[in-house]
């Protein structure tokens, strides 16, 4: 303790280890370097512990998950972020034809396509096909069949 009873900072764990280590080749006998190796085996395991345990305490409750878990985040992101777009790509491309669609219909079954036949296609019931062509044909002025 310093005059101010405050504790006084002494080395960290990686320098005490450091300085344990360096003393290894300077013991006076066997017993003596194998006393300071058994402290930096244990200075190294209780550096191991107590990382481990903050790393698993930041895993716990931190709000950045672990590397591992942000990796499969990133990976899962990717995919979405690829659905996405492409569910962006297809409903931009419906949006194009959604305001031809009933004449499209109108257009398949003047050509003679049944309407069951036109609803399986578009994946839509048979009485939208009917409707739309009922609404379609009161609409439209009346085809030259003379072509």
């Known amino acids: 303790m310093s005059a101010t009873n405050q504790p006084t900072a002494g080395p960290t764990v990686a320098e005490l280890r450091a300085e344990i280590e360096a003393q290894l080749s300077h013991a006076d006998s066997p017993m003596q370097a194998g006393m300071l190796r058994s402290i930096v085996e244990f200075l190294d395991d209780y550096t191991h512990e107590l990382t481990s345990a903050a790393y698993a305490h930041v895993s716990r409750t931190s709000d950045t998950p672990a590397p591992k878990q942000q990796a499969a985040d990133a990976r ?56 739309v062509i009922r609404e379609t044909a009161a609409q439209v002025p009346a085809r030259n069949t003379d072509q």
Not at 84 to 98: D, G, M, S
């Open 76 to 131: 899962a992101w990717a995919a979405a972020r690829q659905r996405l777009a492409a569910a962006a790509a297809a409903r931009r491309a419906w949006k194009e034809f959604e305001p031809q669609l009933p004449q499209i219909i109108a257009d398949a079954a003047w050509a003679g396509r049944k309407p069951r036949d036109i609803a399986r296609d578009i994946d839509a019931t048979e009485s939208y096909v009917y409707r």
